[in-house]
C-alpha cells in the first residue's frame, strides 16, 4: 500500500522498561514488608510531602471553598455529562436466563468490584477530568469503596480542584499520595481502606509500571503508555485546526506521538507549515513538551485514497482518532482500531478528554486493536451460574463423562457417574470415551 511519509517519526514511544521495572518492583516489594511507615518513606522522598495522607473531611471542604464558582459550575457540567453515559453503558448491560434443556437453566449476573483504586496525575498538571472520568464510573458501576491517589504538592497538598471533583464525584476516600508509593497504598489496603481489587487511572511510566506489575493480583483497566493522537484530514479539512489538534496532543509529553494521514498533499504541506508556530506560541513547560513531540515522534503520511488512509488509521491503532474529512458516515462505518473515535471538525480529542461524556482512559501503543478504553464495563463482573432438575441434568451428565474421559480426566468423568448412579439407579449408561 503507497505511503509517503512527509515527515517520519525519528524515535518510537519506548522507554528503557528493564531499568523502570527494576526499580518500581524494588519499591512495591519495600511498601508491601514495611506497610504504612515504608509508603510514609517514599512520600517523603519523591513527594516531599509530610502532611496528612488521608485526606480529611475539613480539608475537603477548605478546597471546596478555595475554588471559584465558575471552575465548580465546569466540573459539575463535566461530571454530569461522564455520569450520564457511564450510566447508558450501564444499561447495556443485563441479567439474563436461559433454559438450555427442559429443566436446565443457565444464567448470568453482573457484579461491581467491591473496591476501585483511581490514580489521578497531579505533578505537571492538575488532572481534574481524570478524576472524573475514573471516580464516576467507578461510583455508576456500583463499587461499595472507591479510594483515590494523587501526587501532593509540597506544603500544600493535592491540588484543590482534584479534592473536590474527586469528592464531587463519589470517592470514599483520597491519598495525598503519588506515584508507586500511591499504587501500592491502594493495591495493599494501607491507611484504613480496603485492598483494591482494581486499579484504575493514567499515570506516568512507574504508575503504570507498578500496576503492570500488579496486575493479576488486582484488575487493571490496561496497560498504558504515552498518549498518542491520529487525525485523519481531506482536502476539505481546515489546515490550521487541523495543526492546532496535532498541537493540542502533543504538548501531552515529550513523547507523545501524533500523526496526520490524509490523501491530500497541499493539505500536509499548509499544516506541516502551521505547526511550529503554534507550537512556539505555548507558555512553558507546554512548548518543550509539544516541540520535543513534533520533533521526534510526529508522523505525516499522504495516501492516494481515503481506502488507504483508513487502512493506515487502523494500521497505527491510535488511542485518539480525529476525522475532519468528508462523508463522516463512510468514516464511522469503515475505521475499526481506535480508542475513541472523533467525528468531524466541531469535535475534538480535548472534548473528549475533559467534559463531552466518554472516556478519556483509552488503550495507546497500538492496544486499540484488541482493547476499547475505559468504561463502567471494567467494573462490573458479569458472572454466569447453572441450576438443573436431577432429569434435566442426564444428558449433560452423560456428555461430560465421555468428553471427560476422551480428555483423560477421570476424576471430572466419576462426578458426573456418580450423580447418573444416584438419581436413576438401575439404569445402564455408556460412559466411555467415544474415540
Not at 211 to 217: E, S
Not at 347 to 369: E, M, Q
Amino acid at each position: 500500500m503507497p505511503r509517503t511519509y512527509l515527515k517520519k517519526a525519528l524515535k518510537t514511544a519506548e522507554s528503557d522498561a528493564a531499568a523502570v521495572t527494576g526499580i518500581v518492583q524494588t519499591i512495591l516489594d519495600e511498601i508491601e514488608a514495611g506497610g504504612e511507615e515504608a509508603a510514609k518513606a517514599y512520600a517523603e522522598k519523591f513527594d516531599r510531602y509530610d502532611g496528612n495522607i488521608v485526606v480529611t473531611r475539613a480539608e475537603i471542604e477548605a478546597a471546596a471553598a478555595s475554588l471559584p464558582q465558575k471552575l465548580k459550575d465546569d466540573i459539575r457540567f463535566a461530571h454530569d455529562n461522564i455520569r450520564r453515559f457511564a450510566e447508558a453503558q450501564k444499561a447495556t448491560l443485563s441479567e439474563t436466563e436461559i433454559e438450555i434443556a427442559p429443566g436446565f437453566f443457565a444464567g448470568q449476573k453482573i457484579i461491581p468490584c467491591q473496591a476501585a483504586g483511581c490514580y489521578v496525575p497531579g505533578g505537571r498538571y492538575s488532572h481534574v477530568a481524570s478524576a472524573i472520568m475514573t471516580v464516576t464510573t467507578a461510583r455508576v458501576a456500583g463499587c461499595q469503596h472507591i479510594a483515590v491517589a494523587s501526587p501532593p504538592r509540597p506544603e500544600t497538598g493535592v491540588h484543590p480542584a482534584i479534592l473536590y471533583t474527586a469528592d464531587l464525584c463519589g470517592a470514599d476516600s483520597i491519598l495525598a499520595m503519588g506515584g508507586v508509593q500511591g499504587v501500592a497504598s491502594m493495591a495493599f489496603g494501607l491507611f484504613g481502606q480496603p485492598k483494591a481489587d482494581i486499579l484504575v487511572g493514567p499515570g506516568n511510566q512507574f504508575v503504570a509500571e507498578a500496576k503492570r506489575i500488579l496486575f493479576g493480583r488486582v484488575g487493571i483497566d490496561m496497560f498504558a503508555g504515552p498518549t498518542d493522537s491520529l487525525v485523519i484530514a481531506d482536502a476539505s479539512a481546515d489546515p490550521e485546526i487541523v495543526a492546532a489538534d496535532l498541537v493540542g496532543q502533543a504538548e501531552h509529553g515529550y513523547n507523545s506521538p501524533v500523526w496526520l494521514v490524509t490523501d491530500s498533499g497541499a493539505l500536509a504541506e499548509k499544516v506541516m507549515a502551521l505547526a511550529p508556530g503554534l507550537i512556539d506560541s505555548l507558555p512553558e513547560p507546554n512548548r518543550a513538551s509539544a516541540e520535543a513531540a513534533w520533533r521526534d515522534y510526529a508522523e505525516v503520511i499522504v495516501c492516494d485514497t481515503i481506502e488507504e488512509v483508513a487502512a493506515t488509521a487502523d494500521d497505527y491503532a491510535p488511542e485518539h482518532l480525529s476525522v475532519q474529512a468528508e462523508n463522516l458516515d463512510w468514516w464511522l462505518a469503515r475505521l475499526k482500531c481506535y480508542g475513541s473515535l472523533f467525528l468531524g471538525e466541531e469535535t475534538t480529542v480535548a472534548y473528549g478528554d475533559k467534559a463531552a461524556g466518554t472516556n478519556h482512559v483509552l488503550p495507546t501503543s497500538g492496544a486499540a486493536r484488541y482493547t476499547g478504553g475505559l468504561s463502567v464495563h471494567k467494573f462490573l463482573k458479569v458472572v454466569t451460574w447453572q441450576r438443573s432438575s436431577r432429569d434435566a441434568s442426564k444428558p449433560v451428565a452423560l456428555a461430560t463423562a465421555r468428553i471427560s474421559r476422551l480428555e483423560g480426566m477421570e476424576g471430572h468423568a466419576r462426578t458426573a457417574d456418580i450423580r447418573l448412579a444416584k438419581y436413576f439407579p438401575g439404569e445402564n449408561f455408556d460412559l466411555a470415551a467415544v474415540e
